[in-house]
């Protein structure tokens, strides 16, 4: 089983995309990819023992793209997550020794659902 971490504000719309997207993935009921919409950045300590790949919201990202090096998490530098917060603590997880890697699909701020869905399926299932 491969957990989707889903992660972003429902409240504010340059941060949400990735939720939408997860919901799309939840409603198609792909066989062997469980979704889980994430409160706190905290939630991915109880996943560190399973396989899961966690989503979100890219800031200025112009297409979905795989994060597979958290050393790329770089607020202002060249890949920024739109929660900083989960970026701060990937990397803090890191360095304290709780995980050795993730990957991280990030989604642009905009872009059309059901295409978004498709491009980020094509990824969980090339992992």
Do not use: W
């Amino acid at each position: 089983m491969l957990y989707l971490l889903a992660f972003g504000n429902p409240y504010l719309n340059e941060d949400s995309l990735a939720l939408h997207v997860a919901d799309a993935i939840i409603a198609d009921r792909v066989k062997g990819i469980e979704v889980v919409k994430c409160l706190s950045p905290e939630e991915v300590l109880n996943y560190t023992d399973r396989d899961f790949v966690i989503i979100d919201v890219v800031k200025d990202a112009k297409d979905v793209m795989l994060i597979d090096d958290i050393d790329r998490l770089k607020a202002g530098g060249m890949v920024s997550l739109h929660d900083f917060d989960l970026g701060f603590f990937l990397k803090l997880m890191k360095e304290t020794g709780k995980l050795e890697s993730v990957r991280i699909i990030g989604v642009p701020q905009k872009g059309d659902i059901q295409e978004l869905k498709k491009k980020v399926l094509r990824i969980l299932t090339a992992a």
